[in-house]
């Protein structure tokens, strides 16, 4: 009996302790050490509208932003809640062909010019919020094009929203899009349809 009593005890006790004390207290100390990272890195607009997440991609169809990787997370993309991949193979025909799609799709703007990988494949979580410093150099003058803006405007405006190496050699270069789009935004507004 006493060692039944022992154990309901520790039971209550663990219980408490690593099921409510420190879960707060690290919640804590992450407000207040860390509060934009342990809040989701979010964006808010002037008026304190919420526009996104800097660590979570979005999808952009319009010709006059920068477009995020494709994203299978989800049925219809960027759903956070079912991020994943395709986990299709590489041989596989569905993912060849929607990628032949996607390339087509991606050279009427550029004809002639490789598509840089990044634009037609799906990262691992599907939620991927960058994208390679080739992606937005082979989008630069679809966007330039669109804003009245030159390319070369556009294209220090992605210069300036490239992240380089983390700690000079971990990574790649990369492009955070909705940073950049929000950027161009603030820049020139799309003209309202």
Known sequence: MKNLITAVLMTIVTTILLGLVYPLAVTGLAQVIFRDKANGQL?????GTITGS???GQPFSSPGYFHSRPSAAGTTGYDASASSGSNYGP???KLIERIKADVAQAQVDNPGRLVPVDLVTTSAS???PDSTPA???FQVARVAGE??????EVRCIAAAHTSGRTFGLLGEPRVNVLLLNLAL???KPMPKP
Not at 43 to 47: E, K, L, N, P
Not at 147 to 152: H, I, Q
């Open 126 to 128: 599907g939620l991927d």
């Open 147 to 152: 804003r009245g803006l030159s390319e070369d």
């Open 185 to 187: 935004d603030e820049r």
């Open 91 to 93: 041989t596989n025909k």
């Open 54 to 56: 800097r660590i979570i």
């Open 135 to 137: 992606a937005a150099e």
């Open 43 to 47: 964006i808010r607009r002037a008026d």
